[in-house]
T-cell receptor, first 112, second 112 residues
Framework: ETGVTQSPTHLIKTRGQQVTLRCSSQ?????VSWYQQALGQGPQFIFQ???????GRGNFPPRFSGLQFPNYSSELNVNALELDDSALYLC???????????FGPGTRLTVL | DQQVKQNSPSLSVQEGRISILNCDYT??????FLWYKKYPAEGPTFLIS?????DKNEDGRFTVFLNKSAKHLSLHIVPSQPGDSAVYFC???????????FGKGTKLSVIP
């Protein structure tokens, strides 16, 4: 059974640019969530996708958007990057019948 | 408004002794609680969970206690081992929303 994988591991962008982060769910998991973890903080929920549709969103602006594909992999897109977007971005997957989410290793995004 | 609070940023414990990590929550709609462990440069790893219909759950060296009236939960690790040194996050979900709300984490150091 493969775990959750994310790419890339690290990324450096400049303010105003756009970025796409990718996630492959754990085998058998049909729900994926994205979290942002700023330095010294706990992860904060961005949004969740189930059957290719967003079905939950945290307190993040519309420039944070996502996609889920038929194979349950997912993308997080962030437009018009700001310095405060620098963080660890975590993807988590689960089946539709459990609250327990399993996290990937994260993508470290630095915005200069 | 922080709905999940971990008031101790750090904790040091001697190897072989008990580690007790605490977590308080304010949202009475939370009905499922989880503990995650995080090493540097890795994603959070699921440790143990508890539903609000229980007050205790054990898994090997790890036990989680839930006191609903006090809105308090704790994670006990017995005996503590140097490999347990990590940041521990308390998380909660509820009311049909599988979104996880995290605390800021407690850094546990187990001293050999």
């Amino acid at each position: 059974e493969t775990g959750v994988t994310q790419s890339p591991t690290h990324l450096i962008k400049t303010r105003g640019q756009q970025v796409t982060l990718r996630c492959s769910s754990q085998s058998g998991h049909n729900t994926v969530s994205w979290y942002q973890q700023a330095l010294g903080q706990g992860p904060q929920f961005i949004f969740q996708y189930y059957r290719e549709e967003e079905n939950g969103r945290g307190n993040f602006p519309p420039r944070f958007s996502g996609l889920q594909f038929p194979n349950y992999s997912s993308e997080l897109n962030v437009n018009a990057l700001e310095l405060d977007d620098s963080a660890l971005y975590l993807c988590a997957s689960r089946t539709g019948f459990t609250d327990t989410q399993y996290f990937g290793p994260g993508t470290r995004l630095t915005v200069l | 408004d922080q709905q999940v609070k971990q008031n101790s940023p750090s904790l040091s414990v001697q190897e072989g002794r008990i580690s007790i990590l605490n977590c308080d929550y304010t949202n009475s709609m939370f009905d499922y609680f989880l503990w995650y462990k995080k090493y540097p440069a890795e994603g959070p790893t699921f440790l143990i969970s508890i539903s609000s219909i229980k007050d205790k759950n054990e898994d090997g060296r790890f036990t989680v206690f839930l006191n609903k009236s006090a809105k308090h939960l704790s994670l006990h690790i017995v005996p503590s081992q140097p490999g347990d040194s990590a940041v521990y996050f308390c998380a909660a979900s509820g009311a049909g929303s599988y979104q996880l709300t995290f605390g800021k984490g407690t850094k546990l150091s187990v001293i050999p």
